[in-house]
């Protein structure tokens, strides 16, 4: 065990050649069509900021894809067409689609984190052409949220530890073989990977990240299960397994889609089942947060929410009072 342990550390090293990753893109959306985008290799960054639709003035939206995703899964797809309803962001997408697959523990992982190292490197060359990082927001879903947690990194270090990215909001990000002894080897998500870590952890039992990893952590209903989706169990072959891992995007999507309204307002709370008991110590209105796009920048520690079990999920005001007759869905 300990050998091969070793043997793949030595290929890890060995792995991390330079000629790897350069055909890594950007894929700009700036239509009304969600499938449609322009595609810029890591060479014509210059080409995307003269682009007349890219906006430099507005903020823009980094989205990293998970594991076996691509640009036209579902969740993109979803988190796209939020943005394109809200109209103030540029919108990116990382193509690593030829990275994200294969196995998920000597492919997908070690992929992830060169891809992020690639990205970030690329995103402290990119400032020298007029892109404002400090108007980036790296958003990232399952290995997707661990990728975006690696570009931030990669960030601080090719700025030699000056400049951390903005924000990123990883939304469950991935959790099998990340933590434990994995975490070790991988370092998952951090709080340090940029000035302000959002995570919405919504199968923290399975798929999500288990524990803490952000400035704020958000724990709508609880975290590990969400409400209306089916008892989980490790089948990677049940769609229904899924479930509560997806509501991560579907309620930040809701979020982004609802521009002229704050949604999925949040208490900070010790646990689930204070907030259950309406026992949450500081809950007062000035300590209260909201989950997902308005989510703000000085929030610190573990924020509870309920959502309705169906969409539109934001319960609003009603979110931070617990109602059993919904969670029993
Ligand atoms: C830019 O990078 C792509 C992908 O590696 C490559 O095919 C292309 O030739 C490069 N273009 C220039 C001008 O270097
Ligand atoms: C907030 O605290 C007050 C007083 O301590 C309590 O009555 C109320 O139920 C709490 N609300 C929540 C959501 O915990």
């Known amino acids: 065990m300990w050998k091969f342990f070793y043997i793949f550390i030595l290929f890890e090293f060995i792995n991390c050649d330079d000629g790897k990753y350069q055909d890594l893109q950007f894929l700009f959306v700036h239509g009304n069509d969600p499938e449609e985008f322009d595609a810029f290799y890591f060479n014509e960054t210059q080409k995307l900021i003269s682009h007349s ?8 939206m980094l989205y990293g894809y998970g594991y076996t995703e691509n640009f036209l899964r579902k969740s993109t797809q979803t988190i796209i067409k939020a943005y394109i309803k809200r109209g103030d962001h540029n919108i990116l997408v990382v193509e690593w689609s030829k990275y994200s697959g ?26 020298d052409v007029g892109f404002n990082l400090d108007n980036f927001h790296l958003v990232g879903h399952s ?10 990194r990669a960030v601080f270090k090719y700025s030699s530890n000056n400049y951390k990215m903005p924000k990123i909001t ?15 080897i991988w370092k998952p998500l951090s ?4 000035k ?9 039992n399975f798929f999500g990240a288990p524990s803490r990893c952000g400035t704020a952590d958000f724990w709508p209903n609880g975290g590990k299960e969400q409400p ?3 008892k989980a169990n490790w089948d990677v072959n049940n769609e229904d397994n899924f479930c509560s891992h997806r509501r991560s995007w579907m309620y930040y999507a809701e979020s982004v889609e609802n521009v002229n309204q704050k949604t999925f307002l949040a208490v900070p709370c010790t646990s689930w089942s204070d907030f259950q008991n309406n026992n949450c110590p500081g809950n007062e209105t000035s300590s209260r947060g909201f989950m997902g796009i ?36």
């Open 102 to 127: 294969g196995n998920y523990y000597f492919d997908a992982i070690p992929n992830a984190r060169g891809v992020g190292d690639k990205v970030g490197q690329q995103l402290w060359k990119m400032k």
């Open 294 to 329: 308005d989510a703000a920048a000085n929030l610190i520690g573990d924020y509870y929410l309920q959502t309705n079990p169906n969409p539109p999920y934001n319960r609003g005001s009603r979110g931070i009072f617990f109602d059993e007759i919904d969670e029993n869905f």
């Open 143 to 152: 290995l997707g949220g661990q990728l975006v947690g690696f570009i931030g």
């Open 228 to 230: 209306s989706c089916p």
């Open 191 to 194: 709080k340090d990977d940029a």
């Open 170 to 184: 990883a939304l469950d990000p991935a959790g099998p073989l990340m933590y434990g002894i994995n975490g070790m």
């Open 196 to 204: 302000v870590v959002h995570v919405i952890h919504t199968d923290s």
């Open 53 to 60: 639709k890219y906006d430099k003035n507005q903020p823009t």
